[in-house]
């Protein structure tokens, strides 16, 4: 399913954001639809050294606009 593989992306995404730019910017991910990360991409990351284990999914909900200079979106089948 398309939002399986989006739980995948987003994970990926901050983890690899995370791993580039370290703590010169503030990393956050969330989605419409929050749900578990997806173990593949877990152990796919873990190959290039970076730990998802601790990741969790959040809701869009839970992120303060103020603290947003830029949005990047990975959109399927869901609301973007």
Do not use: W
């Amino acid at each position: 399913a398309a939002l399986g593989r989006m739980l995948g992306m987003v994970s990926m995404a901050e983890g690899l954001a995370r791993s580039i730019f370290d703590d010169r910017v503030q990393v956050q991910s969330a989605g419409s639809r929050p749900s578990t990360v997806n173990p593949y991409a877990v152990e796919v990351m873990k190959e290039l050294d970076i730990d998802l284990t601790a990741h969790r999914s959040k809701s869009v909900e839970t992120i303060d606009p103020a603290t947003i200079d830029t949005v990047i979106t990975l959109c399927a089948e869901e609301v973007c």
